[in-house]
């Protein structure tokens, strides 16, 4: 009788609206519940807590049995109570990940909020938010593939990032520019559950550094370094504007990855499979998913600019061994691409119609003067 009735007090909590997504990834599975916590999660965030038990312990909601005073405990807190103690100082830079994110990504914010506590104290928060930052990474050599420790600075105090091929050498190898820097987390395509991609421009054409680092929280604090420093730099940079303008510029997925098939501008010769990343309004395309510079880069603007996507290739188009095509039009050519199924056709449509929907900033127009279309 008391596990039923607990069953259905706890069904109820479930019910209220700020319980009805996990506490900490926003998925809409919320059958499982951290009963020294006081919130409900999904089944994969489940899995973390569990890896933590000294600070929360989980159960099921529907198939493990309930005592009395963990169910009111649950009814004493839930997720908005929770989050408002746990997260009541989060630094807005800090990435915030949600159920489509990386393992990772999702493992660390959880040990953050809980574990270490990390935004109820700022001062624990020096790793990421102190300005300066010094250590060792593995980073992929551009030639032979191969991961060797380099040491990586972060100042933003210079407003850079820099690496050094020895860990005596007082010269850098390469200095990036926090403005032309992103930062995403590539671990199926580095072949590293930690394996982060971080890109800048060079002379106009965009450049891959791909790293990792043992330890989780390393690399994840690496990350969240990268995204204060650029914070702060945008802060200067737009001194008018709000947080919320600003946090979605710190750091940004890709809208799609893969591989397609593509010929040249002539369009006579045979299409050739390639790897294809969309970064915003940049579309390029590799021989290997790793190498550190594309060998084409295709600007895509929007449809008020003569921009569009076009399901099919043009009539007597040959060469290609994949039989669903796509036609990108720009203002100067059209490009060709082909896709392996349907549905992958489907999925990179809808990226490049998104990008194409968009009305384009004033900053994309100078990008689209002086960009080189490549073949």
């Excluded at 990435?95 to 493992?107: A, I, K, N, S, W």
């Excluded at 915003?280 to 590799?286: G, N, T, V």
């Excluded at 669903?324 to 100067?332: A, F």
């Amino acid at each position: 009788m008391a596990v039923e009735r607990n069953r259905r007090v706890l069904q109820d909590l479930q019910a209220i609206p700020c319980n009805q997504t996990c506490a900490d990834c926003g998925a809409a599975d919320n059958d499982w519940a951290s009963y020294t916590l006081g919130i409900f999660i999904c089944l994969n965030c489940s899995g973390i807590h569990r890896n933590i038990p000294q600070v929360s312990k989980v159960k099921s909601v529907r198939l493990d049995a309930w005592e009395d005073d963990e169910v009111q405990f649950m009814t004493s807190n839930g997720n908005s109570i929770v989050k408002a103690k746990y997260e009541s100082n989060w630094p807005p830079f800090y990435y915030g990940p949600t159920f489509t994110d990386c393992q990772v990504l999702r493992e660390q914010w959880i040990r953050s909020k809980y574990e270490r506590e990390e935004f109820m104290c700022v001062e624990k928060q020096e790793p990421y938010s102190a300005g300066y930052r010094e250590g060792f990474l593995w980073k992929r050599g551009r030639d032979n593939g191969q991961f060797l420790s380099r040491k990586f600075i972060l100042s933003e105090r210079e407003g850079v990032l820099k690496y050094f091929n020895k860990h005596d050498a007082k010269d850098p190898k390469a200095v990036l520019r926090l403005e032309q820097i992103n930062a995403t987390f590539q671990p199926t395509k580095i072949g590293n559950p930690n394996g982060l991609q971080i890109t800048y421009l060079k002379d106009n054409s965009t450049r891959n550094i791909f790293v990792y680092h043992e330890d989780g929280k390393e690399i994840v604090d690496w990350f969240n370094a990268i995204r204060a420093a650029r914070f702060h730099y945008l802060q200067v940079a737009f001194p008018g504007a709000s947080d919320a303008d600003l946090v979605p510029k710190l750091t940004r997925n890709y809208g799609k990855e893969g591989y397609m098939e593509k010929t040249g501008p002539k369009q006579t010769e045979g299409f050739k499979k390639r790897w294809f990343t969309l970064d915003d309004r940049r579309l390029m395309y590799f021989k290997d998913p790793l190498d550190a510079f594309a060998r084409g880069e295709v600007f895509i603007g929007s449809k008020e600019n003569s921009y569009s996507v076009l399901d099919g290739l043009p009539p007597n188009t040959q060469g290609n061994h994949w039989q669903y095509g796509i036609t990108i039009v720009t203002p100067d050519r059209k490009f060709l691409f082909a896709c392996e199924t349907e549905n992958e056709r489907r999925v990179w449509m809808e990226a490049f119609q998104k990008v194409i929907d968009r009305a384009m900033l004033p900053q994309e127009y100078a990008v689209e003067a002086h960009f080189k279309h490549k073949p």
